[in-house]
């Protein structure tokens, strides 16, 4: 078989990221080995992020650049995946005629055929079907060695409906791997190098796959999980408020593998916003689900997600948002100006509030996020850290790796260490990563690390 070369552009979130691999594993058969540049390509991929307006701007400046590939003798394939895909199909190919394939996040595992029908016929082909075939009992398993940290995609879709997020449209109904798929697909993780798995899904939390004796809940699925030899950590992203359940929290409590460190947004600190929102839970609900994970897990770190400027936002309520941050404490967040999105109920609301406050506002939430995370990082300076080391860093005789607080840390330590979980003494922080020194080394290394 010819070999020809793939390249894939991933944006926006972790399932992008982990779909951005499938595309490659379901593409391999038929030749194509990824490559790190597009000039070269025989095909490229763009994989979209529809969840505000900047990021779906890219794919049009994106196309834009790549359109001179199609005018090479033997053109490339160009494609565009995830939610943009999605969203505006139709759209990409009026607007980009020379784009051959558009495919939705539920349907690329079509590729191999949209591919054979993209070199027949003329125009651009169109995938965005929700397809009755699980779109994950067909994908190949991948034979890629792994990354320490790996993601595994376990429910995907959203049935919540947030006023602001195209993401129920775009990635349709909640949907959870069976128990046997999951647990399979993270032992072969592991196998092929993987020592910490994050579990994916719009709302991972909302996780009720078919297992032995009934439904699985995200708590029952890490009690199963952290059972595999050699996996020894696990996160999962992104939860709900409202689908932290006994069960989960016991997990925290129970389960050692399950790390210390909680991705929960609340997006505001107003219930009047809440419910403008359609979040479904009030502040205070928020504050007992944190004081329940809190109790199981004293140690437990978390982030949020916020939005500045949602249709109704009114000074009160941004107020109430920077008090939620200073009560609740966050060790990492991120926050975005609202951005209208085309389909969603939000966008339809006449109380817009306008950009310059917005802006205002986004800064200011910022501002007080950044302090908290440098108080964080802070605050772990002198103690003793389990760090599993995930790469080589870009000093010579760096490791980079990750407290169990998701804190990145560099550490000067030896290659042999990647993949290990190491004790490290915290040295100094900055506000995005920490610095730190192996605690127990063979003596005979012991000159080649740092003192
Ligand atoms: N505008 C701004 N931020 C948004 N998010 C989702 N939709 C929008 C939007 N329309 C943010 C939310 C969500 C994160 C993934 O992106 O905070 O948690
Ligand atoms: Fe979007 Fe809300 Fe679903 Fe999260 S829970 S994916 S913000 S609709």
Redesign the pocket.
Known sequence: MTKKALFIKTYG?QMNVYDSARMADVLAPLGYQLVDTADQADMVVINTCH???KATEKVFSDLGRLKPLKARPQGAILAVAGCVAQAEGEEILVRAPYVDIVVGPQAYHRLPQLVAEATRAAGGVLDTDFPVEAKFDVLPRTTDAQAVSAFLTIQEGCDKF?S????PYTRGAEFSRPVAAVVAEAEHLVSLGARELTLLGQNVNAYHGVGDGGVWGLGQLLVRLAEIPGLVRLRYT?SHPRDVDDALVAAHRDVPAVMPFLHL?V?TGSDQLLQAMNRRHSVDDYRRVVDRLRAARPDLLLS????AG?PGETDADHQATLDLIREIGFAQS????????PG?P??LLTDKVPEAVADQRLQELQALLADQMTAANQASVGTRQPVLFEKLGRHPGQLIGRTPHFQTIHVDAPPRLIGQVVAVDVVAAASHSLAGRVVTVDPAERQGVAA
């Open positions: 979130c969840i505000r307006e947030c602001f997020c195209v993401v992104t947004p997006q949020s997600d916020f939005i949602h991120y926050s975005f100006k609202y951005s209208a999105r969603t939000a966008a």
